[in-house]
Antibody, heavy 127, light 107 residues
């Protein structure tokens, strides 16, 4: 069974740091592109960023509100995706989901979509 | 960056109704458009990718159409388990913006 399990959420003060992890199982994690999506309380979904597989250069991309403060990384030996969050702001309060980025299509550019999601972990930034 | 809008923001419907949700992109995204369903307290769930391709396991009462800037998600014969919030997402370029969501509740 394909499964993603996030951990590491909690309460942190503004300006603080937190590291989220996402444990993957049931699929070839080393070949997978992965993404983080967040959802503030009572709000919609917000794409946070993405990391490609090592084969594809392990490139990362971020949404503007988190660029320069958040870092996505992966440990293929442990099938784990990470999100290092620094200089946290109250507006970063949200449920954070990790997701497997799947691709469809016979030629580039492929159709990318978020196929499998974890249950999420809650981050609260408050003094 | 591409901006996504959805209409309506919410709607009330009855079991058996045909429901249509619209998603619009701020520029052409060809058919690089996904639809997700989210129930309260749960993670989102993929319904449709590439504007009209039904994800495996998703009931055939869900369908998607559109290309360019205008897209629709249609639920033909609303079921009790379909009351949820629906989001579109463009996968044409980075950042992969989501629409603001459309909440479907019971009339």
């Amino acid at each position: 069974e394909v499964q993603l399990v996030e951990s590491g959420g909690g309460l942190v003060k503004p300006g603080g740091s937190l590291r989220l992890s996402c444990a993957a199982s049931g699929f070839s994690f080393r070949n997978a592109w992965m993404s983080w999506v967040r959802q503030a309380p009572g709000k919609g979904l917000e794409w946070v960023g993405r990391i490609k597989s090592k084969t594809d250069g392990e490139t990362t991309d971020y949404a503007a509100p988190v660029k320069g403060r958040f870092t996505i990384s992966r440990d293929d030996s442990k099938n784990t995706l990470n999100l290092q969050m620094n200089s946290l702001k109250t507006e970063d309060t949200a449920v954070y989901y990790c997701s497997w980025v799947a691709a469809a299509g016979s030629r580039r550019p492929y159709y990318y979509y978020l196929d499998v999601w974890g249950k999420g972990t809650t981050v609260t930034v408050s003094s | 960056d591409i901006q996504m809008t959805q209409s309506p923001s919410s709607l009330s419907a009855s079991v058996g109704d045909r429901v249509t949700i619209t998603c619009r992109a701020s520029q052409s995204i060809s058919n690089y458009l996904n639809w997700y369903q989210q129930k309260p307290g749960k993670a989102p769930h993929l319904l449709i990718y590439a504007a009209s391709s039904l994800q495996s396991g998703v009931p055939s009462r869900f369908s998607g159409s559109g290309s360019g800037t205008d897209f629709t998600l249609t639920i033909s014969g609303l079921q009790p388990e379909d009351f949820a919030t629906y989001y579109c997402q463009q996968s044409y370029s980075l950042p992969r913006a989501f629409g603001p969501g459309t909440k479907v509740d019971i009339e």
